[in-house]
């Protein structure tokens, strides 16, 4: 196993179970494109500005 794999999976493990099934929501998101470009997020914090 390389050092990135290794360190990822010691991070992964340093997770709590709701950090874990927070990340795991998120990326089900992005897999059933539930997601907000960037562009988009951008123009919303524009007007905050």
């Not at 050092?3 to 950090?19: G, I």
């Not at 059933?32 to 123009?43: A, C, D, I, L």
Request: proline share 2%; glycine share 6%.
């Amino acid at each position: 196993m390389g050092y990135k794999n290794h360190h990822e999976a010691d991070l992964w493990d340093e997770l709590s179970e709701y950090e874990k099934n927070e990340i795991e929501l998120g990326l089900k998101d992005i897999e059933e494109g539930r997601v907000v470009p960037h562009s988009e997020v951008m123009k919303i914090f524009d007007k905050w500005r």
